[in-house]
Structures are given as C-alpha cells and as structure tokens.
C-alpha cells in the first residue's frame, strides 16, 4: 500500500498555490515528499507561503499573472531553470465575478475564461517538453485540472463566466487525454464542491444552510478530502485513470 500510493521524488507544478485548494493540494504533495513548484501574482506573498510549506518538505515558489496571454510561456520558461521533469501539472489557479446577466462586462468575461481555461491548455502545451521527459509507461505524467461542481450543474445564483469556463475545462479535459495518452500523459479533472477557500466561505449562514440542505455527508471539504484524491491521482494507485472528471462534493451532484 505504501508503494501504491507513494508520490516520493516527483516534481509538482500547482498553479495558484498560495490559498484555498491550491494550497492545500501543494501541502499534500509537499508533505508526501513530491518538490512542489506554486505560482501566485505577488512574488514577495508566493515565497513567504512556499517558505512556510517548505517546512514540511521541498517547495519553492514562483511568481506569475496567469490573465496574461504570455504567462504560460513565461511560466515554462522559468520551470525549466530549475527542472527538467514534471511528474505532476495541477491546473489550480483560477478567479470568478460577482456580477449579473444585466452587469456582466466583456472584461469580467474575458477575465475569468483567460485564468480558468485558456491558462491552463497553454501551460499544458508549454510544459509538454518536463511532462514527456517524466512520463514512463507504468507511471505516466500527470495531468490534473481543478474544474468545478459550478461546471456540471446550474447554481441558484449567476456565475455564467465561471460555470461555462469549468464545464469547458471539464471537457478540455477529456480532449487532452485523448491527445496526450500515446505520450504516457494522464488528464483527469476534479470537480470540488464547498471547501474553505476566499472565494467560498463555508462559514457564512448562508452557507451552511446549502451544505446542510444538498450535501448529503452534511458538511464542507476538507484539505484531508483534496490530499486523498490527489495523491491517489498522482501516485502508481492512479495511474490507470485518464479523462476523469471526479466530482468531490459529498454527493452535492448526484443529490440534485
């Protein structure tokens, strides 16, 4: 079981990895003994935070703006001063608007689809060269993009940008594991539903009242829920599941 799920020595990019589920899923892997490369906009914030995980293991931090139509390119560029592999690409980073059908502005639009989609299909093509360098045939590269519950079913409330971005990530998803299986590169996505994170505050009566209603395991995620997926996802024990949108959400989902 150990060299089931043992994730020792794998390099392991997270975008977005100074908060939320980001962070989270960088603390796993740094705990776990995989060297964890995170990105954030600040470059003071992102290596005050890798400092902090790295008291637990291997993590360095650096600094970038995924809205930008470069980032990608630039990102790969800088990865590739520090390693030749990359074992593990978690597309994490991403953003939302509060607005309306009637307040939705061309910008909000473009906003969140360049972080939440257009990002992560470009480092994906910018890191190919780290992510074939590091694929073998019994523990293929991996490919993991967090999408969202928001991408497979309808909210009570407007997030069109956010939703269409995570359903069309969903099926990015699938359309790359098509294209990069032949390289001994797997690509799953996981769906999250309420974990505590700034952009979804599960303390809120609100909230709670919605967990309490739909969720069927009646409560929020929690870092230990991502850890078990990802880790499963990333070790030998996952190495056989490609194109997978996972919905890790207590049964939100399936309960509608």
């Known amino acids: 079981m150990d060299e089931l799920f043992d994730i020792r020595g794998k390099v392991a990019l997270v975008t977005g990895g100074t908060s939320g589920i980001g962070r989270m899923i960088a603390q796993a892997l740094v705990r776990r003994g995989a060297k964890t490369y995170i990105t954030g906009r600040d470059l003071a914030q992102t290596r005050e935070i890798a400092a902090q995980l790295a008291r637990e293991g291997q993590c360095v931090g650096l600094a970038v703006d ?10 790969a560029a800088e990865f590739a001063r520090h390693e030749q592999e990359l074992h593990l690409l978690a597309n994490n980073a991403g953003t939302n608007h509060s607005g309306t059908l009637e307040s939705a502005t061309p910008a909000d639009w473009d906003q969140v689809l360049n972080v939440n989609l257009r990002a992560a299909f470009f480092l994906v093509q910018q890191l190919l060269p780290p992510l074939r360098a590091a694929a ?7 490919v993991i ?21 995570k359903a069309a990530l969903h099926h990015l998803t699938r359309a790359l594991c098509k294209r990069l299986g032949k390289d ?3 690509v799953n996505a996981i769906a999250p539903g309420p974990f505590p994170t700034r952009m979804n505050d599960v303390e809120t009566q609100a909230m709670r009242q919605s967990i309490q209603t739909c969720i069927p395991l009646n409560r929020a995620g929690t870092p230990e829920d991502i850890e078990g997926l990802v880790v499963f996802l990333a070790s030998r024990a996952g190495a056989y599941v490609n194109g997978s949108t996972i919905a890790l959400d207590g049964g939100y989902v399936a309960a509608l």
Request: proline content about 7%; hydrophobic content about 40%.
């Open 184 to 186: 001994q590169i797997t």
């Open 145 to 165: 993009n967090i999408g969202s519950i928001g991408g497979l079913h309808v909210p009570n409330w407007d997030a069109f940008a956010y939703g269409a971005s």
């Open 66 to 75: 995924l809205s930008g139509a470069g980032a990608p390119r630039t990102l």
């Open 136 to 142: 073998r045939v019994s523990d293929p590269a991996r």
